[in-house]
T-cell receptor, first 111, second 113 residues
Framework: GQQVMQIPQYQHVQEGEDFTTYCNSS?????IQWYKQRPGGHPVFLIQ?????EVKKQKRLTFQFGEAKKNSSLHITATQTTDVGTYFC???????????FGQGTELSVKP | DAGITQSPRHKVTETGTPVTLRCHQT?????MYWYRQDPGHGLRLIHY???????DKGEVSDGYSVSRSKTEDFLLTLESATSSQTSVYFC????????????FGSGTRLTVV
């Protein structure tokens, strides 16, 4: 079945450093979504990408969808302590399947 | 997020007992989902519903059942709780099956002893 792999599992950075998490699917996706979960909280929807090669920005966050629609990335520029949390990607395959979540990348930021 | 609530927030139960978790929404969304979250596994889909009395299994449905008798309520039942079902359970809602962002509830932390 469809699998969505996310790396790295953990990332520790110094405040001000950049951060990137990568998401790879075993099948072509119709869309990919990104979520953020603060420690002790619940996942919160950040964004959805639909088009091949699509790039979207939200302030210091840049989201990309690969040309083949099988991978995606989230890049945070100049991390802040408020960026701490776990970032999940979630992809839906072209056969109209359910949204499948990656394992998440846990980001910690040292002040 | 406003519009979706889970109850209880915390529960400790004994092995072998049935447990029911409740998800209630006020958004009138068609789709509702139950996920479990465990370290190293991310979010895994247990069951989902695409309408009243319309439900289907997810990837980890064994030992769980669901019911949706009203649009606003989606119940998850652990028929006979086991220690492997100790987890954090999240309910989510969406307007569509995967083309819309999901809104998650605050979660239920379940401990089976």
């Amino acid at each position: 079945g469809q699998q969505v792999m996310q790396i790295p599992q953990y990332q520790h950075v110094q405040e001000g450093e950049d951060f990137t998490t990568y998401c790879n699917s075993s099948t072509t996706l119709s869309n990919i979504q990104w979520y953020k979960q603060r420690p002790g909280g619940h996942p919160v929807f950040l964004i959805q990408l639909v088009k091949s090669g699509e790039v979207k920005k939200q302030k210091r966050l840049t989201f990309q969808f690969g040309e083949a629609k099988k991978n995606s990335s989230l890049h945070i520029t100049a991390t802040q302590t408020t960026d701490v949390g776990t970032y999940f990607c979630a992809g839906r395959d072209n056969q109209g399947g359910k949204l499948i979540f990656g394992q998440g990348t846990e980001l910690s930021v040292k002040p | 997020d406003a519009g979706i609530t889970q109850s209880p927030r915390h529960k400790v139960t004994e092995t072998g007992t049935p447990v029911t978790l409740r998800c209630h929404q006020t958004e009138n969304h068609r789709y509702m989902y139950w996920y479990r979250q465990d370290p190293g596994h991310g979010l895994r889909l247990i069951h989902y519903s695409y309408g009243v009395k319309d439900t289907d299994k997810g990837e980890v449905s064994d030992g769980y059942s669901v019911s949706r008798s009203k649009t606003e309520d989606f119940l998850l039942t652990l028929e006979s709780a086991t220690s492997s079902q100790t987890s954090v359970y999240f309910c989510a809602i969406s307007e569509g099956s995967g083309s819309y962002g999901y809104t998650f509830g605050s979660g239920t932390r379940l401990t089976v002893v």
